[in-house]
């Protein structure tokens, strides 16, 4: 039943839709939209996590190598925003639109994505740690429906399923990190992703001005005009600030004067098309 709360911000709706202005991806990095089914015949991957980072202090114990398979059969899987593949055909994570002080890939899989409009097409699940800015805490994200279910039906889920005693070992690894407040990366070099090399990276595309900015932004987008989106707004430690949503114009203004003065970093979303970051200073 449709919730019948008349207010959109406080609809009981999916969190992906423009209207709550909340995108998982900045909160737990990792959504529905970026992921998959990952039990269907025609789009599946191990059936589990290929590892791509064995030395992470969360796979401790459990025996797990480069490119070997933890398994957890599962029916949904949540997704990490991709910038694009390695040499070898895994997933980069796009650390940069993100806006996260440091994120790390432990593992993934792949499966059916039915969010897009040209769906069904290939989705991802990915298995991430992640700290979001130097003040804020750690966050490890499995992504799966099933990490903690037991072998029933189509899915064999994590415990109970063929790798039960390793994800049973993973699972005190990351309880234990998490308590004790220890090192959840493969090195200890802390945030390596700060405001400067966020900036230095950022694909600004030109189409937001003017920069600086007295609070009146206009974007520009070379999409066609039914294509609606989002421009996200971060302060320097990475947390978002403001979300505004995007019509199908391919170019409109955006009031962004409710932020303090200062530096900020954007990344624009067209929905099918690639993320565009820059760096942007505000003036009043």
Known sequence: TLDPEPNPLLKTINWPLPTLQYPVLN????????????NQAAYHGWYGF????????????SGLSYHSTLSCKSNEDDGALIAGFNS??????????????RIELIGYDYGESVY???SPQTGYCTFIALHKAPAAGNIIN????????????????????????KVQIITNNMLNLLLTGSNIFSDSSGCVLSSDSYADNARSSGNV????????LTIRRNVPEDKTGTVDFYDQSGRLVLTRVLSGEKQQT??????AEGTYFYTVRTEGENPETGKLVLIH
Request: glycine letters at 14%; hydrophobic letters at 30%; aromatic letters at 8%.
């Open 27 to 38: 909160s737990i990095g990792v959504d529905w939209v970026h992921g998959a089914y990952a």
């Open 50 to 61: 290929r590892i791509t980072n064995p030395s992470s202090p969360i796979l401790a114990g």
């Open 88 to 101: 070898v055909s895994d997933p980069i994570l796009d650390s940069v639109s993100l806006g996260f002080c």
């Open 116 to 118: 897009y409009p040209n």
């Open 142 to 165: 499995v992504a799966s429906s099933n990490w903690c279910g037991e072998n029933t039906g189509s899915s064999s889920g994590g415990f109970g399923g063929p790798d039960s005693v």
């Open 209 to 216: 001005f003017p920069n600086p900015s007295s609070g009146q």
């Open 254 to 259: 955006v009031d962004i004067s409710q932020l």
